[in-house]
Each structure stands twice: as C-alpha cells, then as structure tokens.
C-alpha cells in the first residue's frame, strides 16, 4: 500500500494510475508522496517554476491538444485522465483518429517506473556503467571487476555478452554502445580504448583469449609519452567518430574509419570528466571539467581560433555528467556542488570572466561530506536556466539524463545518488517527483528505457536492477543485501 500526506490509501496499481491527479492536490503545500517505497516522505518544494522557452518546449512536446484540455475557469487545471484521452480519440476529436506525438508522451510520462525493483544481475564487483540502447533491445552495464555485461532486454535479460575487459586500470570507467549496435567501446584510466565486436557469435568475450579486443590509441604524438586516463567516452550520431574526454584536461577525437586520432583539445584547467555531442550533426561538443566549468565546442571554427564557442558558469565545484538534450541547445550538467543545472547554450559567455576566489573551508568530495555552509552559497555569475537540488553527487562521478524523448517528451531530469536512491525531477516545476529507494550503496548511474516505462539502476553494492510501471502483475522479489568493502579511492 501506498500511503498519501492526506493520510488516504490506494493500493499500488490505483495509486500510480491517478497518481499526477492525486498529487496536484497537495503539490502547492509542498507534500507528496515515495513512489518507491512503504514509508512516508515529502519531497521538496519547487524553487520556482521554469519561466524559460524550454518550458513551453516541454510542454508541447508532452501535453495534449487542446480539443483535449480545455481548462475550466477558476479550476486548477489538471492533466487530462487516460479514460478522457481514449474517449475523445474514440470521438474523433483531433480530427485525424488518432493521438499526436505529444498525446502518446502526456499518457505515457504520467506512468513513472516506480513499481519494484525487479534483479537484473547481482555481482560482488561495484556497478559504474548503465546504458540501453537507442532501440531499448539491449543493455550494458559496466564493473569495477573489469567485466561488462550486455543483456538482451526482449529475451528476458539474458546476457547476450559477457565481456572480461582488456589492460583495466582501476574501473571500467565509461561504455558506449554504436548507434547500429554492432560494436561496444569501453574505457579505464589509460589512453587506450578497447572495441568489442557485439554481434559476434561469442558469448564469453575473453580480451585476446576469445575475441580480439582492438585497442585505440588516444594518445597524440607529442605528449612525450604521458599516460592519461578517460573519463567519459561517446559514440557520435552516424557511429563514424568517438569523442573522450580526459585526466589530461584534453578532449580527443577519434576517426573510427581512417583508425586514428583527428583531434585533441587542450579544453580545461583540470580533469574533462564528461563530454558528449551536442546533437546529430556532430559540430558541436560539450564539455565539463573540475574547473567547475561547462565549455561548448565547435569544430566548425576550431581551426581558426582553437578555443570554445563559449563557456557557462553556474557550478561552484567540479562536474560529473553532460547530458544533452539532443537539439544542439540545452543540456544538463551533475555537479560536485550537489545541484543539477539546465543549460541554453544561447546564454553562454565568451570566456570565464567571473572570478570565484578561494572558497573559506576544505573539502574533498571523494571522502568528505559537502559543508552545511556551502549548500546555500550561489554563483555571483550563474548562467544556468534551472537549478535541481536533492540528491547526493559525492564519492564518484555520479550521473543525470534527460527523460526519453518518445516516451516523456523529456519532461523529467533523473540522477543516481552517493544516498543510494535514483530521484526524479520534473525539468518545469522543478518538484521531485520521485524517489527510488533500494540500493545500499552510492547509485553511480541509472538509464531509462527509450519507450517503455522501465529504469534500470546500477550501484556500488553490485546490484543492477529495474523498476517498471505497471510491472508484470507479480510483487518485487526478495533481494538480498551484501555488506560491500569500501575502498579508499573513488573515481
């Protein structure tokens, strides 16, 4: 049963099919409800809602037509109920017999994977990677212990590979799926990146054992043979280039056809830990480094200036994660300071101009806990459209996407957290709308399903498992819990 702040309950199925209704009754006073668990929590409340063109971006792509909300004056407007929304395509009343795009995403985002979880895998080795793939068939998850595991999702999450990774320094630090899904790159903390053939008959893919595991060589000629190691790795759009980003403050290129790198970046003052491509054309490159700085990049004019096409401030300590939303525009960014932050593009300076100084105490993100008196500091300079604030970013490079587009129309922000708990934002208001508590150690990433509402979350306690809506009908399994040793050092 789930319990509301009303003190009403509804049993598990009826509380999620009404649960946007339920909610925006108490939504204005600050309390809902843990979609994920038994007990009673309240979320917090909505900075303010997101006065930004983004918002109505959203709203277009994940509301429904107006035959079908048409508000009625002096009532809070409500979303329209699924009965109302089949009813009125029964009636015709778009004209067309059927639902639009953001008809699908308005029903679909109302459902959030919130029911289980249900195991995918449970190792002893701590869980950095989680990824599906564009078309949701598969999924990948990436292991300290220098494994790899690419499950088929549509024959019951049986594991279609299972790869023993090659020369591993420390983790696996990143994956990255081909958009034809015929190849796996993986990365560690070394300038070599190794592919895997996935479509290859082979299920045990031993690096140079039983499969060849090519190796990519990241290092440029002139770096006096310094040995660096990559943080973040991306496919492009056309699956023809990689883009990394470094320990060496550099982000490189790699040209997947010709076999070699074709460009490097010196692009910050301190370790890239994320970059991706801004969208499908492959100009524009994010960045985001310990320099506490996002960087937007584009390759159209490097060779001219060989500097970034601007810079966004807003973040007081380093970054973790660049999620793009794909449009070459907005992006989100997960930072040390414990904030998730939406970005326009369009909003950008020139340079960093605005000088933080020293910050008044110490604190080290890998062992510490963030100073009480640095969670209400602010940005003299803050570029950002959005700020989320909840979860926990300490002890690894924790991550955050954007909800998918088909399914949510990208209305929603989720993150990992060092608290063990996934938790899910809605990028307009700003309210928490979920919290997914199962894990007992830090949640390092977590992916949602293309089009399904499914999320699989990843944990240092070794523990890969998936939380659906409606489920399949079966209560959640038992898992078990293990004790996993701590380890001094953390990425």
Same mark, same amino acid.
Request: hydrophobic fraction near 35%; charge should be neutral; include cysteine.
């Given at each position: 049963?789930?319990?509301?702040?009303?003190?009403?309950?509804?049993?598990?199925?009826?509380?999620?099919?009404?649960?946007?209704?339920?909610?925006?009754?108490?939504?204005?006073?600050?309390?809902?409800?843990? !979609?994920?668990?038994?007990?009673?929590?309240?979320?917090?409340?909505?900075?303010?809602?997101? *006065?930004?063109?983004?918002?109505?971006?959203?709203?277009?792509?994940?509301?429904?037509?107006?035959?079908?909300?048409?508000?009625?004056?002096?009532?809070?407007?409500?979303?329209?109920?699924?009965?109302?929304?089949?009813?009125?395509?029964?009636?015709?009343?778009?004209?067309?017999?059927?639902?639009?795009?953001?008809?699908?995403?308005?029903?679909?985002?109302?459902?959030?994977?919130?029911?289980?979880?249900?195991?995918?895998?449970? /190792?002893?080795?701590?869980?950095?990677?989680? !990824?599906?793939?564009? *078309?949701?068939?598969?999924?990948?998850?990436?292991?300290?212990?220098? !494994?790899?595991?690419?499950?088929?999702?549509?024959?019951?999450?049986?594991?279609?590979?299972?790869?023993?990774?090659?020369?591993?320094?420390?983790?696996?630090?990143?994956?990255?799926?081909?958009?034809?899904?015929?190849?796996?790159?993986?990365?560690?903390?070394?300038?070599?990146?190794?592919?895997?053939?996935?479509?290859?008959?082979?299920?045990?893919?031993?690096?140079?054992? /039983?499969?060849?595991?090519?190796?990519?060589?990241?290092?440029?000629?002139?770096?006096?043979?310094?040995?660096?190691?990559?943080?973040?790795?991306?496919?492009?759009?056309?699956?023809?280039?990689?883009?990394?980003?470094?320990?060496?403050?550099?982000?490189?290129?790699?040209?997947?056809?010709?076999?070699?790198?074709?460009?490097?970046?010196?692009?910050?003052?301190?370790?890239?830990?994320?970059?991706?491509?801004?969208?499908?054309?492959?100009?524009?490159?994010?960045?985001?480094?310990?320099?506490?700085?996002?960087?937007?990049?584009?390759?159209?004019?490097? #060779?001219?200036?060989?500097?970034?096409?601007?810079?966004?401030?807003?973040?007081?300590?380093? &970054?973790?994660?660049?999620?793009?939303?794909?449009?070459?525009?907005?992006?989100?960014?997960?930072?040390?300071?414990?904030?998730?932050?939406?970005?326009? &593009?369009?909003?950008?300076?020139?340079?960093?101009?605005?000088?933080?100084?020293?910050?008044?105490?110490?604190?080290?993100?890998?062992?510490?806990?963030?100073?009480?008196?640095?969670?209400?500091?602010?940005?003299?300079?803050?570029?950002?459209?959005?700020?989320?604030?909840?979860?926990?970013?300490?002890?690894?490079? &924790?991550?955050?996407?954007?909800?998918?587009?088909?399914?949510?129309?990208?209305?929603?922000?989720?993150?990992?957290?060092?608290?063990?708990?996934?938790?899910?934002? *809605?990028?307009?208001?700003?309210?928490?709308?979920?919290?997914?508590?199962?894990? /007992?150690?830090?949640?390092?990433?977590?992916?949602?399903?293309?089009?399904?509402?499914?999320?699989?979350?990843?944990?240092?306690?070794? *523990?890969?498992?998936?939380?659906?809506?409606?489920?399949?009908?079966?209560?959640?399994?038992?898992? #078990?819990?293990?004790?996993?040793?701590?380890?001094?050092?953390?990425?």
């Amino acid at each position: 049963m789930f319990v509301t702040a009303s003190g009403v309950d509804f049993d598990e199925m009826g509380y999620a099919m009404s649960r946007f209704e339920i909610e925006s009754e108490f939504y204005d006073a600050g309390n809902t409800v843990n !979609q994920a668990s038994n007990s009673r929590s309240k979320f917090k409340k909505p900075l303010s809602a997101l *006065d930004h063109e983004i918002a109505q971006l959203t709203k277009l792509k994940s509301e429904p037509k107006e035959h079908f909300s048409k508000e009625v004056p002096g009532k809070r407007h409500l979303p329209v109920s699924t009965v109302k929304m089949l009813a009125g395509r029964e009636g015709n009343y778009s004209g067309r017999g059927r639902f639009s795009a953001a008809d699908c995403c308005h029903m679909l985002s109302r459902y959030l994977p919130v029911n289980g979880p249900w195991p995918v895998d449970q /190792t002893t080795s701590r869980a950095y990677v989680s !990824q599906f793939s564009a *078309d949701g068939s598969l999924f990948v998850a990436g292991f300290q212990a220098s !494994q790899i595991r690419i499950y088929d999702v549509e024959r019951g999450w049986k594991i279609q590979k299972d790869i023993l990774a090659k020369s591993l320094r420390w983790t696996v630090t990143d994956t990255s799926l081909s958009p034809d899904q015929r190849h796996l790159v993986y990365a560690s903390m070394s300038p070599i990146v190794h592919i895997v053939d996935v479509g290859s008959g082979t299920m045990e893919s031993l690096a140079n054992v /039983t499969e060849i595991h090519d190796g990519l060589d990241f290092s440029a000629a002139d770096d006096g043979g310094y040995s660096f190691g990559i943080f973040s790795l991306k496919f492009s759009t056309d699956g023809r280039e990689l883009v990394a980003g470094s320990s060496d403050d550099c982000i490189y290129v790699y040209d997947l056809e010709a076999n070699k790198l074709s460009l490097r970046i010196l692009a910050h003052t301190s370790d890239v830990n994320t970059v991706c491509f801004g969208d499908e054309s492959g100009h524009l490159i994010y960045s985001g480094s310990d320099d506490n700085l996002c960087k937007v990049w584009d390759r159209r004019c490097l #060779n001219v200036k060989g500097k970034p096409a601007g810079v966004l401030m807003g973040h007081l300590e380093g &970054i973790t994660f660049i999620d793009s939303r794909g449009d070459g525009r907005y992006l989100i960014s997960n930072g040390k300071d414990q904030a998730i932050k939406l970005w326009d &593009i369009r909003k950008m300076s020139s340079n960093a101009s605005c000088n933080l100084g020293f910050r008044s105490y110490e604190w080290d993100y890998r062992w510490m806990d963030y100073p009480p008196q640095a969670r209400d500091l602010k940005h003299p300079c803050d570029q950002s459209v959005a700020t989320y604030k909840g979860h926990s970013v300490l002890r690894t490079l &924790i991550r955050c996407h954007f909800s998918p587009v088909y399914s949510t129309g990208q209305k929603y922000i989720y993150t990992g957290s060092h608290d063990s708990c996934v938790y899910v934002y *809605d990028l307009v208001s700003g309210e928490q709308v979920a919290a997914l508590k199962y894990h /007992t150690s830090p949640v390092r990433d977590c992916s949602w399903h293309p089009s399904q509402p499914m999320l699989v979350s990843s944990s240092w306690d070794g *523990d890969v498992v998936r939380w659906e809506f409606p489920g399949n009908g079966e209560a959640a399994p038992p898992l #078990n819990k293990k004790r996993i040793r701590r380890r001094q050092f953390y990425l």
